[in-house]
T-cell receptor, first 114, second 110 residues
Framework: KAGVTQTPRYLIKTRGQQVTLSCSPISGHRSVSWYQQTPGQGLQFLFEYFSETQRNKGNFPGRFSGRQFSNSRSEMNVSTLELGDSALYLC?????????????FGPGTRLTVT | GDSVTQMEGPVTLSEEAFLTINCTYTATGYPSLFWYVQYPGEGLQLLLK?????DKGSNKGFEATYRKETTSFHLEKGSVQVSDSAVYFCASGSARQLTFGSGTQLTVLP
């Protein structure tokens, strides 16, 4: 079974621009979560989607948003980019009908803001 | 909210040495606990998990036991290999999200 895929793998943007990252979960997985990984803050939860609904959100400003489509694919958007948004953005999907928060991660999108 | 405290790195060991990476958690309720591993340039791979007290997760020679009384989930391996060199993350799962420790860089020398 194919794993979680994320596109693009690398992105370079300028301050003030916006960016959209894409994630395709493992087939049959309906929950998708997003995390930001930086050297200073480590891994931080952004948000989680299930059946096109955001069920949980981390402590990030409103510039960070996401959505999920009917095929469970998800996108996240960051508007008005800041230098501090440079990070590895990881997407994870979860198997259905499990209550143990087990998540499977994609390879990430490396975003560099200049 | 939940928090996870993980042993500071980096850790450098010789091949075949014994490995322990300490992890403690604070959480309301009873979270599931995980160890993830990250190789350079890659995402996180689920290494092992435990979903209730006294459960032992194991995979590829790594083990960790869910200790509710000490709120710990220490990772151990009896004999490390060069290929185990990576960053290891302890995580607790509740409320549909994972809370991660800061990660421990492990380098195994031949």
């Amino acid at each position: 079974k194919a794993g979680v895929t994320q596109t693009p793998r690398y992105l370079i943007k300028t301050r003030g621009q916006q960016v959209t990252l894409s994630c395709s979960p493992i087939s049959g997985h309906r929950s998708v979560s997003w995390y930001q990984q930086t050297p200073g803050q480590g891994l931080q939860f952004l948000f989680e989607y299930f059946s096109e609904t955001q069920r949980n959100k981390g402590n990030f400003p409103g510039r960070f948003s996401g959505r999920q489509f009917s095929n469970s694919r998800s996108e996240m958007n960051v508007s008005t980019l800041e230098l501090g948004d440079s990070a590895l953005y990881l997407c994870a999907s979860s198997p259905p009908f499990q209550a143990h928060h087990e998540q499977y991660f994609g390879p990430g999108t490396r975003l560099t803001v200049t | 909210g939940d928090s996870v405290t993980q042993m500071e790195g980096p850790v450098t060991l010789s091949e075949e040495a014994f490995l322990t990476i300490n992890c403690t958690y604070t959480a309301t309720g009873y979270p599931s606990l995980f160890w993830y591993v990250q190789y350079p340039g890659e995402g996180l791979q689920l290494l092992l998990k435990a979903t209730k007290a006294d459960d032992k997760g194991s995979n590829k020679g790594f083990e960790a036991t869910y200790r509710k009384e000490t709120t710990s989930f220490h990772l151990e391996k009896g004999s490390v290999q060069v290929s185990d060199s990576a960053v290891y993350f302890c995580a607790s799962g509740s409320a549909r999200q994972l809370t991660f420790g800061s990660g421990t860089q492990l380098t195994v020398l031949p």
